[in-house]
C-alpha cells in the first residue's frame, strides 16, 4: 500500500518504498527543513503555527512506517516510571493542600503522545485528566472522560481560565518549544495553575545531547538540529521555572537500576537535593560519556518539580 507525502521543496513521495535508512534519513532532512523554517516565523504566529502542524504530520507518517516495519511500539515518552512519579505528586498535593481533599484535582497534560498517561490517572478517583498535542494521530481509544485538545501548549491554554489546573505534566516538550517562546509560555502556564499548582518538567538534558533524530547522522556533544529546538541543563530549566514565578519543590534522586525506580519526597532531602544536583551538574560536562550518562540519568537531571505559591 503507498503512502504518499508532501516534502516542504514540494516533492511528493512514496514513504511506503522506503528503507529503514532512507526513512531516517528523510525523517532528519525533513525536521531539519521544518525547524529551519519555524524558526524564521514569529514567535506565536500563526505560520509557525502551521509549519508545526505541517511538520509533525510528516514526521509522524515516518515514524508510523518505521514502526510497521521494524514491529516496534512507539512509546513517545510514556514509561511506568513517569506515572509512578505523578502518582506520588498528586498524593503530595492532596496531602499539603488543604482544600485539595474537598475537591476534584484538575490535571493537564502537555504532549500527550499516545494518550497511555492520561488513560491510566483517568481511572482514579477525584480527578479530572486532560491535555493536549500539536497532533493527536497517535492518541486512541480513551476514555469519555478524558478531555483532549489538539493544538499547540500555547494555543490551548489561552482558552483555558487561570487557575484551572492543579498539576501540570509536560514531558519532551520543554524542549520542543521555540526559545523565543519559552519564556512566555512559562507565564501563562503559571496564571493557568491554581494556588500550591505543581509542575512536573521532564525533558532531555543537554549533557546527553543530541536526543532528537540528529543523534543518527551526527555524534555524541552535537547540538540538536531538529524539532528539539533546545536542550537544556537541569540549571537551566530549573532557572526559567523560578525567573518565571515557580519554586522547585523536588526532584527525584537516585536511580535503583534493578528495580527500576527513583526515590522522590518533598521534605528537606527533596530541597537539598536539588541544591546538590545544581552544583555538580557541571561536573559531567568533563566526564566520560558513559559515566556522564549514569550520572544525568541515575540522578534524574532530567526532571523537576516547582509549585506556584
Known amino acids: 500500500m503507498s503512502n504518499v507525502l508532501t516534502r516542504l521543496t514540494g516533492e511528493k513521495i512514496d514513504i511506503a518504498n522506503l528503507s529503514i535508512e532512507d526513512l531516517n534519513r528523510t525523517h532528519y532532512e525533513e525536521e531539519v527543513a521544518y525547524a529551519n523554517e519555524i524558526l524564521k516565523a514569529q514567535p506565536f504566529s500563526q505560520r509557525r503555527l502551521l509549519l508545526a502542524r ?31 512519579i505523578i ?9 499539603t493542600d488543604l482544600q485539595s481533599n474537598r ?6 497534560e ?13 481511572l482514579l478517583d477525584n480527578i479530572n485528566v486532560s491535555g493536549c498535542d500539536i497532533i493527536i494521530d497517535f492518541a ?28 501540570f505534566y509536560w514531558n519532551d516538550v520543554f524542549e520542543h518549544i521555540a526559545v523565543d517562546e519559552i519564556n512566555p509560555l512559562l507565564e501563562m502556564i503559571y496564571s493557568k495553575m491554581s494556588h500550591n499548582g505543581i509542575i512536573i518538567t521532564i525533558t532531555p538534558n543537554w549533557h546527553l545531547r543530541p536526543t532528537d533524530i540528529t543523534a543518527k547522522f551526527h555524534p555524541q556533544g552535537t547540538e540538536a538540529k531538529g524539532f528539539h529546538f533546545k536542550e537544556y541543563t537541569y ?38 537535593n536539588h541544591k546538590i544536583k545544581r552544583i555538580i551538574e557541571p561536573v559531567a560536562a568533563i566526564l566520560p560519556f558513559f559515566l556522564k550518562r549514569y550520572l544525568i540519568l541515575g540522578f534524574a537531571f532530567s526532571t523537576s518539580i516547582a509549585k506556584k505559591y
Open 235 to 272: 540549571n537551566e530549566v530549573t532557572d526559567l521555572l523560578e525567573n518565571n514565578g515557580f519554586k522547585v519543590i523536588s526532584s527525584p534522586y537516585i536511580y535503583n537500576l534493578f528495580a527500576k525506580k527513583y526515590i522522590l519526597n518533598f521534605n528537606k532531602m527533596a530541597l537539598l
Open 110 to 122: 502537555a504532549g500527550i503522545g499516545t494518550g497511555s498517561i492520561l488513560k491510566e490517572l483517568a
Open 140 to 167: 486512541s481509544s480513551l476514555p469519555d472522560n478524558v478531555k483532549v485538545y489538539e493544538g499547540a501548549v500555547y494555543e490551548v491554554l489561552s482558552t483555558l481560565p487561570d487557575s484551572s489546573i492543579d498539576i
Open 87 to 95: 502518582i506520588k505528586v498528586l498524593n503530595e498535593y492532596r496531602q
Open 54 to 84: 505541517e511538520g509533525y504530520k510528516f514526521i509522524t507518517e515516518i515514524m508510523k512506517e518505521v514502526a510497521a516495519k521494524t514491529g516496534k511500539k512507539l512509546h513517545l515518552g510514556s514509561r511506568k516510571i513517569y506515572s509512578e
Open 103 to 108: 475537591k476534584v484535582i484538575q490535571f493537564f
